[in-house]
């Protein structure tokens, strides 16, 4: 992250982290939270974050905005969805994910927590749009 780039500079009052190689801050926002996460290139949730949670596939909800990058979504029915910056994203439980190209990604996000499929209305799993 860099002071420079207002994109990537520190969010005053978050709680920064890494977690598999993403810069994670998150800020509390009334009932939700907003994250903005930055997945490095070459980053693959199934190489990556897979080790450390310890599940098949990524169990959590993404609603938010791809502001830098590009992202696939694949689900195990073979579906993938493909996202360039600027793109809005709307990313059901139950995939991988990975950054494609040379430029990390980086998403602002906003979730609920452990409610976030059912206050968001992905909690019914992958839909073919």
């Given at each position: 992250?860099?002071?420079?780039?207002?994109?990537?500079a520190?969010?005053?009052?978050?709680?920064?982290?890494?977690?598999g190689?993403?810069?994670?801050?998150?800020?509390?926002?009334?009932?939700?939270?907003?994250?903005?996460?930055?997945?490095?290139?070459?980053f693959?949730?199934?190489?990556?974050?897979?080790?450390?949670v310890?599940t098949?596939?990524?169990a959590?909800?993404?609603v938010?905005?791809?502001?830098?990058?590009?992202?696939?979504?694949?689900?195990?029915d073979?579906?993938?969805?493909?996202?360039?910056a600027?793109?809005?994203?709307?990313?059901?439980?139950?995939?991988?994910?990975?950054v494609?190209?040379?430029?990390?990604?980086?998403?602002?996000e906003?979730?609920?927590e452990?409610?976030?499929?059912?206050?968001?209305?992905?909690?019914?799993?992958?839909?073919?749009?």
């Amino acid at each position: 992250m860099t002071a420079n780039d207002p994109l990537t500079a520190p969010i005053p009052g978050s709680d920064r982290r890494s977690v598999g190689g993403v810069d994670l801050e998150v800020v509390r926002a009334g009932a939700a939270r907003v994250k903005r996460m930055i997945y490095p290139a070459g980053f693959r949730w199934s190489e990556h974050m897979k080790p450390l949670v310890k599940t098949d596939l990524c169990a959590h909800a993404h609603v938010g905005f791809l502001a830098r990058g590009s992202i696939h979504i694949g689900y195990p029915d073979g579906c993938v969805k493909e996202y360039s910056a600027p793109a809005v994203i709307a990313v059901e439980p139950g995939h991988d994910g990975w950054v494609v190209g040379d430029e990390p990604a980086i998403v602002i996000e906003f979730d609920f927590e452990n409610e976030t499929p059912q206050r968001l209305g992905l909690g019914g799993g992958h839909r073919h749009d």
